[in-house]
């Protein structure tokens, strides 16, 4: 499932192929429940005629703000694509076309038919139940900690809360924890200031590579946005927990070791992370 780095290149990419500033002339849509919680019919009524004023991220949202102040968000889930394309694509597995005013189309792709398209009228409507983002600059370590001590969950499912801090998933939380050297299994209020400081630092660091190096799973298939832009995320190269059962780790040569916390596969070193 995309994270915030690769939600972030999608975002990216749809703000290099430059659709903010045109309107929505035309929106079809093939299967219903890709929508939420609007209707087929309510949800054209309200896009149709719309100009695109931006496009940016929240959390693990793709959100297109519209010219009248309201928000079009897009969760991708686990196969959801968008294709930019002049003309039409075809595919039986296209569940929504977007025709822009310059005669390009905005198509998602949806295999599985998890990802959901939302049409709020301010971002407190969808978004309110949200936690910081961890790339602000509002968020110090200082508050980061005192946050942690607030909570007596373990660290990695946690982390996962969106509700907590939004945008992390499985792989950068893993990647973090083994950063800040870190047992996923550990209480959040046992956790001194110097190493939440740590964890923030190690959380920022992994996920600005990562959205340099265009996500993990963005180098799948044809990745979650097709355009001229688009190359594969290389960013699963440098993972160093993920995915990495029993091979060495990089800093101790112990093997990696995986286990289930909060009902989620986790990866990590038994001997740099001890509990």
Same mark, same amino acid.
């Given at each position: ?34 929508? =939420? ?32 102040? +309201? ?12 294709? &930019? ?51 602000? +600059? ?24 969106? +509700?907590?801090?939004?945008? &992390? ?10 950063? =800040?050297? &870190? ?62 059962? +029993? ?29």
């Amino acid at each position: 499932m995309p994270e915030l780095p690769e939600v972030e290149t999608v975002v990216r990419d749809l703000v290099a192929a430059q659709i903010a500033g045109h309107r929505i002339r035309h929106v079809e849509v093939l299967h219903p429940s890709i929508l =939420a919680p609007l209707p087929p019919r309510e949800f054209i009524r309200r896009v149709t005629g719309r100009k695109i004023a931006g496009v940016t991220r929240r959390a693990k949202f793709i959100v297109f703000q519209l010219d009248d102040g +309201g928000l079009l968000t897009l969760h991708l889930r686990m196969t959801g694509q968008l294709h &930019l394309t002049r003309g039409g694509r075809g595919d039986k597995h296209d569940h929504l076309h977007l025709e822009l005013d310059d005669g390009r189309t905005l198509t998602y792709h949806d295999p599985r038919r998890f990802g959901r398209w939302k049409l709020a009228r301010n971002a407190a409507e969808i978004f309110r139940a949200l936690g910081p983002e961890p790339l602000d +600059g509002q968020l110090t370590p200082a508050a980061f900690a005192q946050r942690l001590h607030q909570h007596h969950r373990q660290l990695k499912p946690l982390l996962l809360d969106q +509700g907590f801090l939004a945008g &992390l998933g499985n792989i950068y939380v893993d990647e973090s924890l083994f950063a =800040a050297r &870190l047992h996923p299994r550990r209480r959040a209020q046992t956790v001194k200031p110097v190493q939440a400081r740590a964890l923030l630092a190690a959380i920022r660091k992994i996920l600005s590579a990562a959205i340099r190096a265009r996500g993990t799973t963005l180098g799948l298939g044809e990745g979650n946005f097709a355009s001229p832009y688009h190359m594969h995320g290389t960013f699963k190269l440098k993972l160093k927990a993920y995915g990495r059962t +029993g091979k060495p780790c990089v800093r101790c040569g112990t093997a990696i070791k995986r286990i289930v916390v909060g009902q989620r596969s986790t990866h990590f070193c038994p001997q740099c992370q001890k509990r």
